[in-house]
Nanobody
Framework: VQLVESGGGSVQAGGSLRLSCATS????????LAWFRQSPGKEREPVAT???????AYTDSIQGRFTIGKDKPKNTLYLDMNRLQPEDTAMYYC??????????????????????WGQGTQVTVSS
């Protein structure tokens, strides 16, 4: 499994960004995919998950602002981020878990399931 993120950058508060994660070796029927983020001095936290059925789940702080999705023919995971705030500044990571029977909401609460990680892409939001 290989995961390669792109699309990070700097944006002003209220702006938008789209993160992409090119995946290889990921079977859509058996893998749960997710975006995590980590700010300096803080633990890595899950942001959004999408399970093998395409069901999504989000952490409360980004609910209604971020959307996770996947383009199966392109083997790409996306994270559309709108109304960005300075507290969204972090390194964002794409992750995959071999979990054919786990739901998106279960995966959101079980980050230990995710054994495959990308290198990360930096998002900086200025006020």
């Amino acid at each position: 499994v290989q995961l390669v993120e792109s699309g990070g950058g700097s944006v002003q508060a209220g702006g938008s960004l789209r993160l992409s994660c090119a995946t290889s070796g990921v079977d859509n029927k058996n893998y749960c995919l997710a975006w995590f983020r980590q700010s300096p001095g803080k633990e890595r936290e899950p942001v959004a998950t999408i399970d093998s059925d395409g069901i999504t789940a989000y952490t409360d702080s980004i609910q209604g602002r971020f959307t996770i999705g996947k383009d199966k023919p392109k083997n790409t995971l996306y994270l559309d981020m709108n109304r960005l705030q300075p507290e969204d500044t972090a390194m964002y990571y794409c992750a995959a878990a071999w979990a054919p029977s786990i739901s998106a909401i279960q995966a959101l609460g079980a980050p230990i399931l995710f054994g495959f990680w990308g290198q990360g892409t930096q998002v900086t939001v200025s006020s």
